[in-house]
């Protein structure tokens, strides 16, 4: 009966061993599945963090080839400004350059209607004053062919003659000399016109005087007589 016991002891002891050990298999077995799993979960979490810097750098990639066209598209859009400007430009100057010709070509149609007017007035003033020279030489012919005592005097002659003649008793005398013997007859009939006027008043004064004679009284006459005495006397013609 010991030795029954002992060999299920035995046996009992094997059982538990045997368990143990699959025990420790299964432990063993549980340790390597979560070592792969945890290897997979790494490998795992390597592969997503490889696909997510692939795709951080595919989309940098495109990004940087997104500006590389942007800054393409922006140097072609430049150019294209820059092109255009300068056509703008250019068309500047040439509109400025046909202003300046067309301003060139009035300023030249200008000047040269200015100097045509201006030959033109020459021209007319030439003709005005041929026309007056010509106008002269025909009165100073006219006068040329005038014998010495019909030829014409200028206005200066007849204006000093007038004076001379108008002057205060020398007057009278200048008048008398000239209407006598003066070889020129307008000289001369100036001169008798201007003694014509002296007897004029000459007799209208001596019609007054007669008038006044009989007409004024004896008191008043003396007067009067008196009066004129002291203007002779004032005026050096009487003592």
Same mark, same amino acid.
């Given at each position: 009966?010991?030795?029954?016991?002992?060999?299920?002891?035995?046996?009992?002891?094997?059982?538990?061993?045997?368990? $143990?050990?699959?025990?420790?298999?299964?432990?063993?077995?549980? /340790?390597?599945?979560?070592?792969? &799993? !945890?290897?997979?979960? /790494?490998?795992?979490? !390597?592969?997503?963090?490889?696909?997510?810097?692939? @795709?951080?750098?595919?989309?940098?990639?495109?990004?940087?080839?997104?500006?590389?066209? &942007?800054?393409?598209?922006?140097?072609?859009?430049?150019?294209?400004?820059?092109? $255009?400007?300068?056509?703008?430009?250019?068309?500047?100057?040439?509109?400025? &350059?046909?202003?300046?010709?067309?301003?060139?070509?009035?300023?030249?149609?200008?000047?040269?209607?200015?100097a045509a007017a201006a030959q033109k007035q020459q021209e007319a003033a030439a003709a005005k004053e041929a026309?007056?020279?010509?106008?002269? @030489? !025909?009165?100073?012919?006219?006068?040329?062919?005038?014998?010495?005592?019909?030829?014409? %005097? #200028?206005?200066?002659?007849?204006?000093?003659?007038?004076?001379?003649?108008?002057?205060?008793?020398? #007057?009278?005398?200048?008048?008398? =000399?000239?209407?006598?013997?003066?070889?020129?007859?307008?000289?001369?009939?100036?001169?008798?016109?201007?003694?014509?006027?002296? =007897?004029?008043?000459? =007799?209208?004064?001596?019609?007054?005087?007669?008038? @006044? #004679?009989?007409?004024?009284?004896?008191?008043?006459?003396?007067? =009067?007589?008196? @009066? %004129? %005495?002291?203007i002779m006397r004032s005026v050096g013609l009487a003592v």
């Amino acid at each position: 009966m010991a030795d029954y016991d002992n060999v299920e002891v035995k046996e009992a002891e094997e059982k538990a061993k045997a368990a $143990e050990a699959a025990a420790e298999e299964a432990r063993k077995e549980a /340790e390597r599945i979560a070592k792969k &799993a !945890k290897e997979e979960a /790494e490998a795992k979490k !390597k592969a997503e963090e490889a696909e997510k810097e692939a @795709a951080a750098k595919e989309a940098a990639a495109k990004a940087e080839e997104e500006k590389k066209e &942007a800054d393409k598209r922006v140097q072609e859009a430049k150019a294209a400004a820059e092109a $255009e400007a300068q056509k703008a430009e250019e068309a500047k100057k040439q509109a400025e &350059a046909k202003k300046a010709e067309e301003d060139a070509a009035k300023a030249q149609a200008a000047a040269a209607a200015a100097a045509a007017a201006a030959q033109k007035q020459q021209e007319a003033a030439a003709a005005k004053e041929a026309k007056r020279k010509e106008k002269k @030489a !025909k009165i100073q012919a006219l006068k040329d062919q005038c014998p010495a005592q019909y030829k014409p %005097l #200028g206005t200066s002659v007849y204006f000093w003659v007038g004076i001379f003649c108008w002057l205060p008793f020398i #007057g009278i005398l200048v008048t008398l =000399i000239l209407s006598i013997f003066p070889k020129n007859k307008n000289l001369k009939c100036f001169a008798r016109s201007k003694l014509a006027y002296y =007897i004029i008043i000459f =007799i209208a004064c001596l019609i007054i005087t007669l008038v @006044a #004679g009989y007409v004024i009284p004896e008191d008043s006459k003396i007067e =009067i007589g008196n @009066a %004129l %005495l002291k203007i002779m006397r004032s005026v050096g013609l009487a003592v």
